[in-house]
């Protein structure tokens, strides 16, 4: 049995916004992350002091390296880029990176005897929702060419479970959000597209406003809804995910949401009531492709991993981005 204290995690993509989280999460557990990160994406100071690693998954020679001076018990796998629409204008770039770059790293991991692998997925591999909530047995059908790149390494990472000594957990994501103010470990990306750091900038007036893409649809305010998960819940289901893994649970995977969603319309709203300012909001027509509900089904990670999630109400998730989106402002002003 795996004893946390001597059990070095190399968490890949570990400077990023998910990535830093769980450095500190699996820290706090008792392990040891060294963090391989390119910082093409990611922040130095996210990392904090454990042991970083600047290079990249493509570099064969730099993860025998690893492999082979570290002890690495387990890979966890962050360094995915997730934009869908820079996706469908530059496939090639999310092929080359997401796909084939992880392919690198899975067959670096099974020439050095590292069995153990956590794989970042995302719910983006269903596609458009055929029912809600979305369980694991709902249809795989994604439309862009993110979507299509991790579900690539899903089916990877099967057929490297079936023939080699090789086992992962692949965790689906829905909305990844909130943070961790007091470790300064948030939301930074450039550009900024997830809903609730863009309504925090425009309550901050570093936006004019922010445009809500239909209001007709079948839910109550009209409004889109969405599943969102504290960072930390996310956190928590990767190391017991890794857990259930050492105890001999097969390769498996999970969704990981609440189960529940919030509208864009009550996201503004919360924004709104926790930060004390008003956000300008302009109505656009829907955009196409955008489900009017997109929830998970939690209930098999649930059961299989005991995972629960305990900060992932819309006001925590808010309050916690807003603290540390103000501390990233008054960092930038001081570098300023």
Partial sequence: MHTKSQQKILIVGGAGYIGANMVHCAKRAGYIPIVLDNLSTGHREAVKDAELIIGDMRDSALLERIFSTHDIAAVMHFASYIQVGESVIDPAKYYE???????????????????????????????EPVYTPIDEKHPIAPINPYGHSKRMVEQ?????????????????????????????????HEPETHLIPVVLQAADGKRKAITVYGTDYATP????????????????????????????????IYNLSTGSGYSV???????????????????????????????????????????KPKYSDLKRIISDAWKAYLIFQQMEEVEH
């Fill in 156 to 188: 990877m990472l099967e057929d490297f479970s079936r023939s080699y000594d090789f086992k992962f957990t692949a965790l689906r994501y829905f909305n990844a959000a909130g943070a961790n103010p007091e470790e300064k470990l948030g939301e930074r």
């Fill in 265 to 307: 319309q009550q996201v503004i709203d919360t924004v709104r009531e926790v930060t004390g300012r008003d956000v300008p909001v302009v109505y656009g027509e829907r955009r196409s492709g955008d489900p009017a509900v997109l929830v998970g089904d939690t209930s098999h990670a649930v059961r299989e991993l005991g995972w």
């Fill in 97 to 127: 990176n997401n796909a084939a770059a992880t392919l690198n790293l899975m067959r670096a991991m099974v020439k050095c005897h590292v069995k153990y692998f956590i794989f970042s997925s995302t719910a983006a591999v269903y596609g």
């Fill in 221 to 252: 305010d009209g409004t889109g809804i969405r599943d969102y998960i504290h960072v930390t819940d996310l956190c928590s289901a990767h190391l017991l995910a890794l857990e259930a893994l050492w105890k001999g649970a097969k390769s498996n």
